[in-house]
């Protein structure tokens, strides 16, 4: 479902996110698990890379308009959260935005708002820094059905084999609307907070 958004940075990066899902949604005519691996893994590098780009850019937000003090270059969500009153409400939504995921096993239920909130924070970890892809593909060959694909739960896990590991039980394309969808009302109550208008 298409957004309306604002000319805002932390909006601007919740729509290069949904322009990125788009491609993805039109890539190999929507069979992402068929599509050549070059194709398809910048698509999702870059998904992720803004969908938490638009929450680096609200916490410099809330640094700005909540006159926090922190420099431009010391601003991070764990930072802004530190700074921010005890009883302020964004504190609460930064902090699902972006929980601690660092030695932390995966939240009971990965598909509640914090499982997907820690595993938004996982994905971008792990398609840009770490391995290549958190897609588990389903080929069937012989077969005009298409090629299946779902995000791992835990992409982590380098001691499990990759088809060993648990897949989503949801499609690739159905989890990435639901983080973004997830996101963006996070990030929209935080800039209603903060006064801004929201349409």
Known sequence: MPHTYIDHPVHDRLY??????????????????GARHRERQPLLQEFFF????????????????????????EVDVREVCQRLAPA??????????????????LPDDPYSEEGSH????????????????????????????????TLFLDPRLPHVPQDQRTQSKREVLEELTFFLELVTSKCNLVLKELGITIP
């Not at 803004?50 to 270059?73: M, S, T, Y």
């Open 16 to 33: 290069f996110a949904e322009r990125r899902l788009n491609d993805l949604r039109a890539l190999n005519k929507g069979n992402i698990g």
């Open 50 to 73: 803004h969908l938490c780009g638009a929450i680096d850019f609200l916490a410099q937000e809330v640094n700005n308009i909540r006159k926090l003090g922190l420099d431009r270059e």
């Open 88 to 105: 302020d409400p964004i504190k609460s939504f930064l902090d699902q935005l972006h929980p601690r995921t660092w030695k932390k096993d």
């Open 118 to 149: 820690f595993r938004i924070i996982l994905f971008r970890n792990f398609v840009s820094h770490t391995q290549h892809s958190p897609l588990s593909i389903q080929v069937y060959v012989g077969s005009s059905r298409a090629s299946s694909a």
